[in-house]
T-cell receptor, first 112, second 110 residues
Framework: GEDVEQSLFLSVREGDSSVINCTYTDSSSTYLYWYKQEPGAGLQLLTYIFSNMDMKQDQRLTVLLNKKDKHLSLRIADTQTGDSAIYFCAESSYNQGGKLIFGQGTELSVKP | KAGVTQTPRYLIKTRGQQVTLSCSPISGHRSVSWYQQTPGQGLQFLFEYFSETQRNKGNFPGRFSGRQFSNSRSEMNVSTLELGDSALYLC?????????FGSGTRLTVV
């Protein structure tokens, strides 16, 4: 079945850039998403990209999509301690209806 | 605009009981989907409703059910609760491509 994989942990220094990677298997993916979850909270939609795009930039966030390799990345520029959270990659496709397939989440730790 | 509202935020139930969770989507959104989040299994899709019809269902037992009302508000019900049903239950509303999640209901089964 469809699968989304992420590395589990990433640690960076405050002010550095963070890059969180994700791979997926569904070749019919339509949209790919990045969500942020802080402790005890729900999922905050950070950004999403349509599958016919290569890149999307939104302030400190840059999403890169390599559809050939089924690889998605999220770059956070000038990472702050407030960016410490779990980041989830997710994908959806028309043939899955309203279903999101999530990765396991990457825990980002930002050290001062 | 108001976001996705889930009630209650926390629930403690006893094994064997049933529970109903509520989700009010963003105004104008007709699609509501539900997810279960646990430390072991991560985020798993339960079901999606659109205009009062269930469009898709995940791989959960029949004890998990849901419905959607004409105002797009949705409820999910879990009957005969088991300890393993303890989880964060999240709902999301969607207009087109973007899924906006609520803060979730934390269910603890004791």
């Amino acid at each position: 079945g469809e699968d989304v994989e992420q590395s589990l942990f990433l640690s960076v220094r405050e002010g550095d850039s963070s890059v969180i990677n994700c791979t997926y298997t569904d070749s019919s993916s339509t949209y790919l998403y990045w969500y942020k979850q802080e402790p005890g909270a729900g999922l905050q939609l950070l950004t999403y990209i349509f599958s016919n795009m290569d890149m999307k930039q939104d302030q400190r966030l840059t999403v890169l999509l390599n559809k050939k390799d089924k690889h998605l990345s999220l770059r956070i520029a000038d990472t702050q301690t407030g960016d410490s959270a779990i980041y989830f990659c997710a994908e959806s496709s028309y043939n899955q209806g309203g279903k999101l397939i999530f990765g396991q989440g990457t825990e980002l730790s930002v050290k001062p | 605009k108001a976001g996705v509202t889930q009630t209650p935020r926390y629930l403690i139930k006893t094994r064997g009981q049933q529970v109903t969770l509520s989700c009010s989507p963003i105004s104008g959104h007709r699609s509501v989907s539900w997810y279960q989040q646990t430390p072991g299994q991560g985020l798993q899709f339960l079901f999606e409703y659109f205009s009062e019809t269930q469009r898709n269902k995940g791989n959960f037992p029949g004890r998990f059910s849901g419905r959607q009302f004409s105002n797009s508000r949705s409820e999910m019900n879990v009957s005969t609760l088991e300890l393993g049903d303890s989880a964060l239950y999240l709902c999301a509303s969607r207009a087109t491509g973007d899924y906006t999640f609520g803060s979730g209901t934390r269910l603890t089964v004791v």
